[in-house]
């Protein structure tokens, strides 16, 4: 017992003394579960290997037999493998390699076999054995992959062979025996139920596809056996049969099922088990189905309209919480990840199917129709037409007369001429005929199921440019009186208007049912599955793995068996998903059966199939001696160049081991294999005279061509095409529910006023094609792993040269063909390639992509694609390390801490006496060597820095290597730059300093947390320095670094000396030249020291890019700062839905320009950028210290995952939370806040699978514990009912969310300035009569002329889009508001117009609302206000908000950054108010305003929101403008006074927007006068200023471009102007964008006051909606405003928006307090901080005095949004430096 404990542990066993040895690799894959080891075998397996019971193996000689075993080979002594309780299991499943030396001796010889056995606990996956100087041999391969379970589990121990090739007449004698017994094994006793770990293949018929025991609807007939219902064999599972009918075999559960017995070499890997786990769980027909029937609403068996149909694709079905609870009631743990792990995180979501992804509408036509007869998904059937009309061939003494009825009336027509006659001998007429092999079950199906089908012959006419239409459709029914009286017959031909265009899209998608059918039981399920069964079956039975046959045919069988086994309890049983979702419902398997009555094995071969078709003729001269009747026939074209390149394969392989027909007829093995295919495997044809009698090498090589082209070319064919053009149900429907409508009925009606919707109701129900699609989803995927028609999963499959090199030439010819394919798909004049829905027919391309590719063929006949995965090997022993003197193994890192050996020289806080050189092994990278300070003249410094992290945890793996490369003497060196001295020999740049380098890098601990690291610095200096300007800085270690600072202490002559950096340095490889920074004095360019001058010149290069080819994307790494247009806000591959038109770079769509990305065009559009997927949204390119700060970037992703458009669409979101689509009251809002909604367990899952673990943390920390739990927004906070006022909507066009838009009226009545040559008259209808009561006792003149009359005017902008955005399913209105000024200072409403456009855009109609507190009239005045609200919410989000700030600033900060250096005054002044906002608005491309993103979902103007804003940018940006004062007085709502305070008057005194923003405006224009004026002196200076003048140009010529010429840009030439420009830029970056953003949520956050959206009009008299009004107005008002999905969508984008960071940096504030060296300006600084603080003093007065009714108002919300500073969360006050959310 103890040897062997100590030997197990070592890895060590006895040899008894033997001196010869051969070792071995032994590579398996332990037990698994899924994807995941299993743990507890693995223990068990190693108490197994303590106690001895180990895996032995044993070489078998090739030979010398032994006389003893009956001349079997020599067995060798037993040899263990070695190391196997010190092998590491891995997390996941993997290869384990493990070693095994063997005793050998003369007796062995040439080993030809080994026999292992397993005497562990549990089962592992063999993949192979190599041996390794083997005496004689060399190297020997044993390919085994094959499941070796405990030896307890079998009678014999197992064998495998070496990987040669025998005939059995070949075979050495001393392996003979082994080769047949193993057969016998194989073939079993054919009696009990077989177990997992059996290996047995046997027949059976399909006599499990039916339940007797649930009743008589769950019978089938038994299929295989008789004359009636003939079929090919299965595999034998051996249960049990039924109770109520013994001939049939009993079930097993659906969980059950996904183990039910194939052999288990024939099973599923690891992953393959775990996807379909997710298969069936997705065609859940007998699990879940009532679950997700109820996912459906709000009707759940149709969909209402295309677009209906096409939210399956764009959002999805998310799984709900009661759901999942139903999945973990009933499957283990550990499988939950697998199911989720197919789609992502959404269950029920699909992909666009290709035959709509670029044309939606192309299916429709009749060319497509016809076009997808020859390259569509079964392309097998059409043909050609022999006789005219059609005849029948069914028996007339049983269906009577089956003729058709189709006349020469009916297509003449449309023959191009040609007569009918001419057309059949020109073969120009085909058939898709689907009437015989229905018409005998259409009476049943019929009646006995759902569905309502016809019988049908579709005639199509080749025209001259090769391709086809369709010329006539007959469908036809049995006769009411009985089968023998024939059927009744109706004929359709093509219609493209009216009712008739309606009917024949009708009659085409019966056909299209019909041909579904046909394509999946017969095309797809009979000829290529059920046939290959029994192939694979006999092979095994029959064949050894060293029979040359049994190789070449092995690949194409691979999980055929377990995908049909599995087929066979969740697809084609009874009740399953085919008899769900295809027309013939309990008929399917029964009708295949009749189809293979006449199922013929040598028409299989593609050749013979097209000329007994019809669609082709042997031709001596065409290529292949086959020509093709239509030239562009594509599955015909490139089939027929697969099938030759698979025969030439098959005759070079077998005719090397076959040299004559006598070789043939002699091989047993081959013989009885084909004996007993014929015979059992298709036992109900075995007396047909059509088989191959098997007795030449001919026979031999068409047999085995076809059964390769049956189960890798033809299924690729049939298979890979569902979900790319079933995908998309309308166009390959696959039941019909009703009867073509006839004139008179309600059905007729309904098509003719609605045909889509009658069509939809006609074919596949909703939830049958949600389980259609779910499942031809699966079956369309390839694998990553797939094993390609040409390819083998081992290079060592077989040890032949001359089988390998004829397997290269077939590899070869397959890429010759995909070449071929290409060019042909690329050739124009071949339209069938094609089509219009511009889907290339790739079907037949040999190789594939993952996913779902449309091509790609696989060498076998399976669904699913997965093999084992090809993991590298586990490696035990650390890499080497790359010194020159290799560090040991004892430097290996420990518990985190690095363990240097001893006599190995750290280069950290040693005080060296010489240099220390450190060389790499590799002479390919660079020796460094480090200088030492000496100990006098040392100028000492600390570096402040913060390592590279992920969010707020530190990058751990990165400190790690950022440690070895410091022990390499990759270090971080900084060198100093003389502000005084140049060097002549470096361009009179100024003189360079020695290498310092950070000290203690490796030393110092690296924090969890993300956080400041100070590190000391040691310079040498001398005289020659002088004072340092600046300093280079270079990183040589692997990972980046944020640098804050340096500072240096005792500089001579100066005293301490500080840099301020604020910049990521990347390792120096990413950059030309080394990051250099400067001290933080402040120089114009012409007052630079000349030592400085080059570098500040050089770094502006770098920053524009100069130095870089404009071409590519930009990098992470790379500082470039350059322009482009939006033209990133559409995804046009998408398809039209997501195309936008390109802003700015033009006269109609003028825009600010965008920082440049470089990322590739749009593939349909070549000047629309391509957008990023969501997930790397969020790391779009932009320099990299533009991008946020570890914090902010945390939250951003949780704002991204909760304005979650594009993550979760509204449909997946409304079932995840189990919400309707409407608020049925106001007290349903406020239950939002009041508890928020949960965040269920699914979406929970979704987020941990989708986001980095230490991301979730951070997805909680925004709101706590849930991910859309509301605060309760301010606007009722207090009261909660005082938003409804009138006082309260009047007030906040003063001191709400968007208080820049209200004007003085001028003019009675309003006057538009539309073009009434455009337009029509917009004059407003508001009349004197509609307004003279209320104006407290004022006429309408005296009230403008004492400033008493006010307006919120969204008519104009609003008109010309209003017809545009009302045909979505936005109803909405331009609006005017008048506002009436109150003696006490409030405004009070006085009318409402609301204009909609006349039909054609030209006038308008108009109804003016009066206010009023009773009755239905206080309602509609309510919805008349909320219309109004609507509009303003959308100028405030697109023109206020996003225009105005983030738009307008962002070529400011590219203009900045690539022309004033980091020394210019104004750079040192403007840049903190650029902080984050080129990146948020980089996001905000990505997931906000960008096609189908947040905005677009949550603001009426949906897909025009943007061009809208392009428009008001156009129409109505003015840049001096944007100064606070001059917009007061454009707007009326200021007078110029020079003895009021900022020398403007406001006219409305208590308007606290004004008046706050007055007081910020002067302070921020004080601050900038003092700033300014101590650098620029003069007005000359600011002429001259070269860097100032670059950048001012710069900024109008490009940043906005397309206003460059407007004569109101200040033209740069005084001190006034730059104070002006400077100023207006701070505004606009900071107390603007307070102004307009952070009351979002406090206004916002409740919808009912701030809708941003309206579903429908104004309700009229006599109406439901009207009814409704009166009724239920609250009810009524939300079903008019934002529904509850958008509402969830806006209130969780905008509460982010409003939120302050932790880290936020606020007007007056600077992230260091040495940003500038110069006294006077930190004066200045302070003071204007201090007038902050006075404003905040003042703010918080105003708000308290009762006189000032404004500033609180109803809902008792104290106007705080202009209040300097602030705390962080949702605080409704503060002004951030920036636009930096």
């Known amino acids: 017992m103890l040897h062997n404990l100590l030997d197990a542990i070592t890895g060590h066993h006895h040899n008894g003394g033997s001196t010869k040895q051969i070792t071995g690799t032994v590579v398996l894959m332990k037990k698994n579960v899924l994807d ?38 020599k067995l060798g002594k037993p040899a263990y493998l070695e190391d196997w309780i010190s092998t590491i299991t891995p997390l996941t499943a993997g290869d384990s390699a493990y070693k095994v030396t063997f005793d050998w001796d003369d007796e062995i010889g040439v080993p030809g076999a080994i026999l292992i056995k397993n005497n562990h606990h549990s089962q592992f996956y063999l993949k192979t054995i190599t041996l390794e100087n083997v005496p004689g041999e060399g190297t020997v391969h044993f390919v085994c992959n094959s499941w070796v379970y405990p030896a307890e589990k079998n009678t014999k121990d197992r064998i495998f062979f070496v990987n040669k090739t025998y005939l059995l007449s070949d075979t050495p004698l001393p392996l003979q025996q082994y080769r047949k017994e193993e057969l016998v094994h194989l073939r079993g006793d054919g009696k009990g139920e077989l177990q997992e770990y059996d290996r047995v293949y046997d027949y059976a018929y399909y006599n499990d596809l039916g339940n007797p025991d649930k009743g008589s609807d769950y019978a089938r007939q038994t299929l295989g056996g008789t004359s009636e219902y003939p079929y090919p064999r299965r595999g034998r599972t051996g249960r049990a049969p039924t109770e109520s009918d013994p001939s049939s075999e009993s079930r097993i559960s659906l969980l059950m099922s996904l183990d039910i017995y194939v052999p288990r070499d024939e099973r599923f890997g690891h992953l393959k088990m775990s996807d379909f786990l997710a298969y069936a769980l997705k065609s859940i027909a007998q699990f879940i189905r009532p679950e997700l ?305 006449k199922w013929v094995f040598p028409e299989q071969a593609l050749p013979a199939d097209l000329i007994k078709r019809g669609m082709a003729v042997k031709d001596e001269s065409a290529p292949h001696g086959l020509r093709l009747v239509i030239e562009d026939y594509p599955y015909g074209a490139d089939g027929l160049e697969i099938w030759f390149a698979i025969r030439n394969w098959v005759e070079d392989y077998c005719s090397f081991y076959y040299k004559s027909d006598n070789i043939v007829q002699k091989d047993t093995e081959l013989q009885s294999w084909w004996k007993e295919l014929v015979e059992e495997g298709h036992g109900d044809k075995k007396d047909e005279p059509w088989w191959p009698k098997m007795q030449t090498r001919e026979e031999l090589i068409e047999a085995c061509t076809i059964i390769i082209w049956t189960s890798s070319a033809l299924h690729a064919a049939v298979n890979f095409g569902q979900y790319p053009y079933a995908g998309y149900l309308p166009c390959r429907p696959t039941v019909s529910r009703r009867f073509m409508p006839e004139k008179g009925t309600p059905e007729y009606d309904e098509l003719e006023s609605n045909p889509d919707k009658a069509f939809l109701k006609t074919i596949t129900a909703q939830f049958q094609t949600v389980l259609g699609i779910a499942l031809i989803e699966i079956l369309s995927r390839h694998s990553t792993d797939e094993v390609y028609l040409g390819q083998r999963d081992t290079p060592n499959w077989t040890a032949d040269a001359e089988a390998l090199q004829a397997f290269n030439r077939f590899g070869k010819k397959l890429a010759e063909i995909e070449e071929k394919i290409t060019n042909m798909n690329n050739d124009e004049n071949l339209k069938n390639r094609v089509g219009k829905v511009e889907v290339p027919y790739t079907l037949l391309y040999p190789t594939g992509e993952s996913g779902i590719a449309g091509k790609g063929i696989p060498n076998s006949t399976k669904m699913l694609h997965f093999k084992f995965h090809q993991t590298p090997l586990i490696r035990t022993n650390p890499p080497p390390c790359p010194l020159g003197a290799r560090l040991s193994s004892s430097a290996v890192a420990a518990n985190g801490k690095l363990l240097v050996p001893a006599g190995f020289v750290s280069m950290t806080n040693v005080r060296r006496s010489r240099p220390l050189t450190v060389s790499a092994s590799s002479s390919s990278q660079s020796t460094t060597t480090i200088e030492p300070p000496s100990d006098a003249n040392n100028i000492k410094g600390t570096v402040v820095l913060m390592k590279k992290n992920l969010l707020e945890l530190n990058d751990l793996g990165a400190s790690f290597i950022d440690r070895v490369h410091e022990l390499l003497g990759k270090a971080v060196s900084l060198r100093l730059v003389s502000a005084v001295n140049t060097d002549p020999a470096n361009g009179n740049r100024g003189k360079i300093g020695k290498a310092a380098y950070l000290e203690n890098w490796i030393s110092k601990v690296t924090p969890l947390t993300a956080a400041e690291c100070a590190f000391k610095v040691n310079f040498v200096w001398d005289e020659k320095i002088g004072v340092p300007g600046a300093f280079i800085i270079r990183n040589e270690h692997a990972s980046e670094f944020y640098l804050k600072s340096l500072t240096l202490e005792n500089v001579p002559g100066k005293g301490r000396v500080h840099f301020d950096c604020n910049s990521w340095v990347y390792p120096a490889g990413n950059y030309k030249k080394d990051r250099v920074f400067f001290t933080n004095k402040t120089y114009l360019s012409s007052e630079t020291p000349v030592g400085l001058k080059k570098f500040r010149e050089e770094e502006l290069v770098t920053l524009r890019g100069d130095d870089v080819v404009k071409k590519g994307e930009l990098q992470e790494w790379d500082r470039v700062y350059d322009y482009a247009y939006y033209n990133d806000l559409g995804s046009p591959d998408k398809g039209e839905k997501y195309a936008r038109p390109i802003l700015g770079g033009s006269a109609e769509f003028p825009y600010p320009r965008r920082g440049r990305t470089g990322r590739a065009a749009n593939l349909k559009d070549p000047k629309s950028e391509r957008p990023l997927p969501l997930v790397k949204g969020l790391f779009v390119y932009v320099p990299r210290d533009e991008k946020f700060g570890h914090l902010k970037m945390s939250d951003l992703i949780a704002y991204a995952l909760k304005s979650i458009s594009q993550i979760l669409k509204p449909d997946e979101l409304a079932t995840l939370l189990g919400h309707q689509k409407e608020f049925d009251s106001l007290e349903d809002v406020l239950k939002l806040y009041e508890g928020g909604v949960e965040l269920p367990e699914g979406l929970l899952k979704f987020v941990r699978s989708t986001t980095p673990a230490e991301t979730v943390k951070e997805l909680f920390r ?42 003085r009226l001028q003019e009675f009545p309003p006057a538009s300035k539309l073009d009434p040559n455009v337009y029509g008259d917009q004059t407003s209808k508001i009349t004197k009569e509609h307004i003279a009561d209320k104006l407290d006792g004022l006429s309408i003149d005296e009230a403008i002329n004492k400033n008493k009359l006010f307006i919120l005017d969204h008519h104009d902008s609003l008109m010309p889009y209003l017809e545009r955005i009302n045909a979505t399913s936005v109803k909405g209105y331009a609006s005017r508001t008048l506002f009436f000024l109150k003696n006490d200072g409030t405004l009070k409403p006085v009318a409402i117009e609301l204009s909609v456009p006349n039909p054609g855009g030209v006038g308008c109609t108009s109804e003016v609302y009066t206010p009023a507190s009773q009755g239905v009239e206080s309602h509609i005045w309510q919805l008349a206000k909320a219309y109004v609200a609507i509009n303003d919410s959308g100028y405030h989000q697109l023109v206020s908000h996003w225009l105005r700030t983030h738009a307008v600033i962002e070529p400011v900060i590219i203009a900045t950054n690539r022309q004033l250096s980091v020394l210019h005054p104004i750079y040192k002044l403007l840049h903190p108010h650029f902080r984050d906002t080129m990146n948020v608005n980089a996001v905000a491309r990505q997931i906000l305003i960008n096609a189908g993103g947040v905005l677009e979902n949550t603001v009426f103007p949906a897909k025009y929101s943007m061009e809208w804003s392009s428009v008001m940018y156009k129409n109505s940006w003015v840049f001096p403008e944007q100064a606070l004062p001059k917009d007061l007085i454009k707007r009326g709502m200021a007078v110029e006074d020079s003895s009021a305070s900022h020398g403007v008057r406001l006219l409305v005194e208590d308007y606290p927007y004004a008046a706050d923003g007055l007081e910020i405006w002067s302070a921020i ?141 606020y007007l007056g504030q600077r992230e260091s307090q040495e940003w500038t060296a110069d006294t006077k300006v930190l004066e200045a600084s302070e003071n204007f901080r201090s007038k902050l603080k006075a404003v905040g003093e003042r703010v918080t007065k105003m708000n308290k005095d009762d006189k000032l009714k404004n500033r609180t108002g109803p809902a008792k919300m104290p106007y705080t949004l202009l209040y300097p500073s602030s705390e962080p969360g949702l605080t409704g006050k503060g002004i951030p430096n920036s636009v930096s959310i």
């Open 36 to 73: 995941f080891n299993d743990f507890n075998a693995s223990v068990l397996d190693r108490v197994h290997e303590l106690v001895g019971q180990r895996v032995s193996l044993q070489l078998i000689s090739a030979v010398n037999a032994d006389s003893d075993n009956g001349f079997k080979g």
């Open 293 to 597: 029937e109820a996912l459906f609403d709000p009707t759940p068996n149709e969909f209402d309209s295309f677009e209906d149909v096409l939210k399956l694709y764009e959002g999805g079905i998310e799984v709900p919480e009661g759901f999942l609870k139903d999945i973990g009631d009933n499957i283990p743990l550990e499988m939950i990840k697998e199911i989720f792990r197919t789609d992502g995180a959404q269950f029920l979501k699909f992909p666009t199917p290709q035959v709509i992804k670029e044309n939606r509408l192309a299916w429709r036509t009749d060319e497509e129709f016809a076009r997808e007869m020859l390259a569509g998904v079964n392309p097998v059937n059409i043909s050609l037409l022999q006789a005219f009309p059609p005849v029948s061939t069914l028996d007339q003494n049983v269906y009577g007369d089956q003729s058709s009825t189709i006349t020469e009336e009916h297509i003449k027509n449309n023959l191009d001429g040609l007569t009918v006659e001419k057309a059949l001998k020109s073969n120009k007429l085909f058939i898709l005929d689907h009437h015989d092999a229905l018409m005998p079950y259409v009476r049943r199906i019929n009646s006995n199921t759902s569905s309502k089908i016809y019988a049908s012959r579709t005639l199509l006419f080749l025209k001259s440019d090769g391709t086809l239409k369709p010329l006539v459709i007959e469908l036809s029914l049995p006769h009411p009186d009985g089968d023998e009286h024939g059927r009744i017959s109706s004929v359709f031909t093509p219609a493209e208007e009216g009712v008739e265009s309606s009917i024949w899209q009708l009659a085409k998608a019966y056909v299209a049912v019909n041909d579904s059918g046909v394509h999946q039981l017969i095309s797809h399920w009979l000829n290529t599955h059920a046939v290959c069964e029994p192939v694979v079956i006999a092979t095994n039975r029959q064949l050894s793995v060293v029979h040359p046959i049994y190789k070449l045919l092995h690949p194409h069988f691979r999980d055929t068996m377990n995908i049909n086994a599995l087929a066979r309890q969740i697809l084609i049983n009874a009740g399953g998903i085919l008899e769900t979702t295809v027309f013939p419902g309990r008929y399917a398997m029964e009708m295949s059966s009749v189809v293979y009555k």
């Open 1565 to 1705: 224009r004080t601050w900038v006068e003092e700033y300014c004026s101590f650098y620029f002196k003069t007005d000359e200076m600011v002429q001259k200023d070269s860097e100032l003048q670059s950048w001012w140009k710069e900024l109008r010529e490009e940043g906005h471009g397309d206003k460059k010429d407007e004569p109101w840009w200040p033209k740069m030439q005084t001190v006034e102007e730059l104070i002006e420009s400077c100023t207006i830029i701070i505004w606009t970056a900071s107390a603007y964008h307070a102004a307009i953003n952070f009351g979002q949520y406090p206004y916002g956050g409740y919808p009912a006051n701030r809708p941003s959206i309206s579903r429908r009009f104004m309700p009229k008299i006599g109406t439901p909606e009207y009814e409704q009004l009166k009724k239920n107005p609250e009810k009524a008002f939300l079903e008019t405003i934002t529904p509850q999905l958008q509402t969830l969508l806006g209130m969780a984008s905008i509460e982010i928006l409003s939120r302050h960071s932790a880290d936020e940096i």
């Open 1262 to 1303: 925004t709101d706590g514990e849930r991910l859309l739990k509301f605060p309760v927004p301010q606007v009722i906070k207090e009261d909660k009912s005082a938003w409804r006022t009138d006082e309260e909507f009047a007030r906040e066009m003063l001191a709400g969310l968007n208080p820049v838009s209200i004007h």
